[in-house]
Nanobody, 135 residues
Framework: VQLVESGGGLGQTGGSLRLSCTAS????????IGWFRQAPGKAREGVSC????????SYEDSVKGSFTISSDSAKNTVYLQMNSLEPGDTAVYYC?????????????????????????????WGQGTQVTVSS
C-alpha cells in the first residue's frame, strides 16, 4: 500500500490546515488509518486515527476539539482537518495504515496512542508533510 500525503505548509496560530492522505489500496474499509507527527528531538506520536470500515475515530488528548479526521472511501482518502493551530503543532505529519481484515483488532483507538505504537502497529507509511505554525 502506498500512501501520499498533501496539504502541509505554513499556518498561523489560530488558523487551519487540512492534510490529505490518499492510498493506492481500493479496500481502505479494511484498514485503520493513523496520523502521527514528529517534532524535532521528539518521539513520533499518534495524533488521530480512524477505523475506516466502522468510521470510528479517536484523538490524542491535546488535539481533541481542534482536529477532525474523516475518510472518503470512494477516493481512498483520509483527511485531517486541523483548526485552532498552535506553535506546538509544528511537526512532520505522517499518514500510516494497518490492515485489520481477519485480525483481532477492531478499533484503532486501542492501538494507536501508546508510546511506540507507530513501530508496532502500523505497516505502511507516507513520506511525511511538514506543518509549521507561526506565532
Amino acid at each position: 500500500v502506498q500512501l501520499v500525503e498533501s496539504g502541509g505548509g505554513l499556518g498561523q496560530t489560530g488558523g487551519s490546515l487540512r492534510l490529505s492522505c490518499t492510498a493506492s489500496e481500493d479496500r481502505i474499509d479494511e484498514y485503520a488509518i493513523g496520523w502521527f507527527r514528529q517534532a524535532p528531538g521528539k518521539a513520533r506520536e499518534g495524533v488521530s486515527c480512524i477505523t475506516v470500515g466502522s468510521d470510528r475515530s479517536s484523538y490524542e488528548d491535546s488535539v481533541k476539539g481542534s482536529f477532525t479526521i474523516s475518510s472518503d472511501s470512494a477516493k481512498n482518502t483520509v483527511y485531517l482537518q486541523m483548526n485552532s493551530l498552535e506553535p506546538g503543532d509544528t511537526a512532520v505529519y505522517y499518514c500510516s495504515a494497518t490492515f485489520l481484515g481477519g485480525g483481532g483488532r477492531s478499533d484503532c483507538a486501542a492501538f494507536t496512542f501508546y508510546s511506540g505504537s507507530y513501530f508496532s502497529e502500523y505497516d505502511y507509511w507516507g513520506q511525511g508533510t511538514q506543518v509549521t505554525v507561526s506565532s
